[in-house]
């Protein structure tokens, strides 16, 4: 991993984790308040799994450590309340995690996966932004939007959501340039996650996955990363993940920093391109 001067440290800050009452959005919302996170805010639609699991973090952090909010992200009026209701409660936000997301191997749900892993994207990145942007009397801050492998290797068989995560990229790398962060003093940083143990991977899913290469993912179940290892690697992009910066978290593996690798490869094009003129 690049090494930073100056480490972010997620302690004493409050959070907004999306898609955060199960999975990976849960396992950090832990992992954060057990870092010493002032607070942190997650939004889903499944109300049971948030309800017990602010009940479980308000038992061991304390009360009001944690704050669910059911919130479908996708509904933009629903995420601005959402937003409302942090700045209400906790009176400022340092970081927010765009972590909600849907994978389906049946296709007809196109619309869903556009509007809930990329447009409900770009509306939270704004919003935070809104929020957080030093130049509109925020305190700076982080924000990490969470694409897959499947931006930076396409699938026939998941077109779809493939298209969304590498939406997700180009629309993080593209929005933070160094002017933005000079005004706002937000960070943003992308973390493209490989197959991770959880339930957006049903078996229809990780039968489509990775067909493209040798064998599928559902016959090497061992190989998806366990949910602690994706929370590692996010949380390390957080403290220490540069404004622009793209990163593979996968394999139970550290956090790798491949920005460079993704802005060469997008030179390599636009010289290819110019050429052709």
């Known amino acids: 991993m690049a090494e930073r001067s100056d480490v972010w ?22 992992r ?13 639609v499944s109300e049971r799994e948030g309800a017990a699991l602010e009940a479980e973090l308000s038992t061991k952090f304390g009360a009001l450590k944690a704050k669910f909010i059911k919130c479908d992200i ?11 209701q ?28 556009v509007d809930i892993n990329f447009i409900a994207t770009v509306t939270s990145t704004y919003k935070a932004l809104d929020i957080m942007a030093a130049d509109k009397g925020g305190n700076g801050g982080c924000i990490v939007n969470i694409s897959s492998l499947l931006a930076l290797k396409p699938s026939a068989r998941l077109p779809v959501y493939a298209a969304t995560k590498a939406a997700v990229l180009q629309f993080s790398n593209n929005i933070a340039t160094d002017e933005l962060y000079s005004n706002t003093q937000v960070r943003i ?7 991770t143990d959880t339930a957006i991977l049903n078996r229809r899913s990780l ?17 998806r990363q366990k949910v602690e290892s994706a929370v590692s690697g996010i949380l390390d992009v957080i403290s220490s993940g540069e404004n622009g ?16 690798n993704v802005r060469k490869g997008f030179r390599y094009l636009t010289e290819n391109v110019a050429e052709l003129h």
């Open 9 to 30: 440290s997620v302690e004493d800050k409050v959070f907004l984790v999306t898609g955060g009452a199960a999975g990976v959005g849960a396992g950090l919302v832990r």
């Open 32 to 44: 954060l308040l057990f870092h010493n996170a002032s607070h942190v805010a997650f939004l889903d």
């Open 74 to 84: 996708a509904d933009p009026t629903q995420l601005a309340t959402a937003y409302n």
């Open 86 to 113: 942090v700045l209400d409660k906790y009176h400022r936000l340092d970081a927010v995690v765009n972590n909600a997301a849907v994978l389906s191997a049946d296709e007809s749900s196109y619309k869903k996966m």
């Open 189 to 195: 940083a992308t973390v493209c996650l490989g197959p």
């Open 207 to 223: 039968e489509n996955f990775d067909k493209d290469g040798a064998q599928g993912i559902s016959s090497r179940v061992p190989e």
């Open 245 to 260: 910066s793209t990163w593979i978290v996968a394999d139970n593996k550290p956090a790798v920093d491949i920005t460079e």
